[in-house]
């Protein structure tokens, strides 16, 4: 393959409306894995949240797939491939983006956690306002005796 050509194939796949109208792989080949992607995103998009149970497994999905992006760009770049080769290489790869988009637009997935963590702010912001209105300072002691 060409220099050019292999540039006109990267220029397509960072294109950022290259995802627009393309389709999640019905299976993807990921670090010698046969995957089912499309059943995999759409069995989590169907859900309002990912449960405790499949967070995990949706993180490493998307570190696998990120990996296998770059894996795919790499072998545009440098490998020893064919146009026909190539072409197919940026269509996976414009699949893989199709299938991080819906992964990614899940939104938080530890809900329980993100509410903790704004009670305990709205805490700590309440126990200051107590203290700077009590004239406390932060180690206890009284502002008026001084």
Do not use: C, H
């Not at 990267?10 to 389709?23: F, H, K, M, P, Y």
């Not at 199709?98 to 709205?122: F, H, I, M, V, Y």
Request: proline letters at 2%.
């Amino acid at each position: 393959m060409q220099a050019y050509e292999r540039k006109q194939l990267l220029e397509r796949v960072e294109r950022e409306s290259a995802t627009v109208g393309a389709d999640i792989p019905e299976t993807i080949t990921v670090q010698g894995e046969d995957i089912d992607l499309r059943t995999f995103v759409f069995e989590i998009k169907r859900r309002e949240t990912v449960p405790a149970g499949e967070r995990d497994r949706v993180e490493q999905a998307k570190r696998n797939l990120r990996r296998e992006r770059n894996d795919r760009i790499e072998l545009i770049e440098e490998g020893d491939i064919t146009r026909e080769e190539g072409e197919e290489l940026a269509g996976s790869i414009i699949g893989i983006d199709r299938a991080l988009n819906a992964l990614e637009s899940l939104g938080p997935t530890d809900l329980e956690r993100e509410q903790q963590a704004k009670q305990a702010a709205d805490t700590k912001r309440w126990m200051s306002f107590l203290q700077q209105a009590l004239g406390r300072e932060d180690n206890g002691a009284s502002r008026r005796g001084r």
